[in-house]
């Protein structure tokens, strides 16, 4: 029985891809000059924009070991790369001025929602099916991420809310999905994991022993793990999960159930 389900937050609970993110940059770097200046550090903006580069290239070295780090060592790192100093100068009052210049841009402009988001929840606590968000964060931070998505009105939907930034796992790490089971207080077979990426969350979610139905707008799967079903646009969800319920209740019954199982595409059934 299907008691849960943890789902992806970029490119399934919101539209945008998590590359979006990068779309932010122009103003976290007049964010860090401003408030660098207001506490008496004058920083040229190509030094600040190098440093915010070589600050990525170190990020995107942790992140493909599977691991993460707060947002605050986002910050002390662009500023060690203007100067090895520059953390210990500024001292820890700037430092949490900084950690907001550099995390709050996407307040201004928020991810989008998809359509399908409010409805989804809505159809699954209908159901009392407990949903848990599980997501890799970039630059903008889970604390961010949630002030967002509670000001889109979907926050109390989420039973658990796991970001990478804050338990040091990234996806697809199977460490993170145990952290979302233990927060959920549910056994993997009682969950499904629903999100885009065929590796952050196929596999990922299949190494953690779950089930997994994929969102892939007209794409399919390309996966060394076959997906329980593909769905192609997330408020198919619902009906999805009912069919795989059905399916493992009488796997025998109905040949058409059966082959749900490993796989199976839910097609639109209407404009999108």
């Given at each position: 029985?299907?008691?849960?389900?943890?789902?992806?937050?970029?490119?399934t609970v919101v539209v945008d891809s998590p590359s979006t993110d990068e779309r932010y940059r122009r103003e976290r770097l007049a964010g860090l000059e401003t408030t660098l200046l207001r506490f008496g550090f004058r920083v040229p903006a190509a030094d600040l924009a190098r440093a915010y580069g070589e600050s990525g290239r170190h990020l995107a070295r942790i992140w493909r070991?599977?691991?993460?780090?707060?947002?605050?060592?986002?910050?002390?790192?662009?500023?060690?790369?203007?100067?090895?100093?520059?953390?210990?100068?500024?001292?820890?009052?700037?430092?949490?001025?900084?950690?907001?210049?550099?995390?709050?841009?996407?307040?201004?402009?928020?991810?989008?929602?998809?359509?399908?988001?409010?409805?989804?929840?809505?159809?699954?606590?209908?159901?009392?099916?407990?949903?848990?968000?599980?997501?890799?964060?970039?630059?903008?931070?889970?604390?961010?991420?949630?002030?967002?998505?509670?000001?889109?009105?979907?926050?109390?939907?989420?039973?658990?809310?796991?970001?990478?930034?804050?338990?040091?796992?990234?996806?697809?790490?199977?460490?993170?999905?145990?952290?979302?089971?233990?927060?959920?207080?549910?056994?993997?077979?009682?969950?499904?994991?629903?999100?885009?990426?065929?590796?952050?969350?196929?596999?990922?979610?299949?190494?953690?022993?779950?089930?997994?139905?994929?969102?892939?707008?007209?794409?399919?799967?390309?996966?060394?793990?076959?997906?329980?079903?593909?769905?192609?646009?997330?408020?198919?969800?619902?009906?999805?999960?009912?069919?795989?319920?059905?399916?493992?209740?009488?796997?025998?019954?109905?040949?058409?159930?059966?082959?749900?199982?490993?796989?199976?595409?839910?097609?639109?059934?209407?404009?999108?």
């Open positions: 029985m299907i008691k849960a389900v943890t789902i992806d937050l970029w490119g070991r599977w691991r993460d780090v707060p947002v605050e060592r986002h910050v002390t790192l662009l500023l060690q790369a203007v100067d090895p100093a520059l953390p210990g100068r500024v001292g820890s009052e700037a430092i949490i001025a900084l950690t907001t210049a550099y995390s709050s841009p996407a307040l201004l402009a928020p991810p989008t929602l998809d359509e399908g988001t409010g409805r989804v929840l809505e159809a699954l606590r209908d159901r009392d099916i407990v949903v848990g968000l599980v997501s890799n964060t970039l630059r903008t931070p889970g604390e961010v991420l949630r002030t967002i998505l509670k000001r889109q009105g979907v926050l109390d939907r989420f039973a658990a809310t796991v970001f990478s930034d804050e338990c040091g796992v990234r996806k697809p790490d199977p460490a993170i999905f145990d952290i979302a089971l233990e927060r959920l207080g549910m056994d993997r077979k009682e969950v499904v994991h629903v999100g885009d990426d065929p590796i952050l969350d196929v596999e990922g979610a299949r190494a953690a022993g779950l089930r997994v139905i994929q969102l892939a707008p007209g794409q399919g799967w390309a996966s060394r793990y076959t997906p329980d079903a593909v769905i192609e646009r997330l408020r198919d969800l619902p009906g999805v999960l009912a069919d795989l319920e059905r399916a493992e209740r009488r796997p025998a019954a109905n040949p058409a159930l059966a082959r749900l199982r490993p796989r199976f595409l839910a097609r639109p059934t209407g404009p999108r």
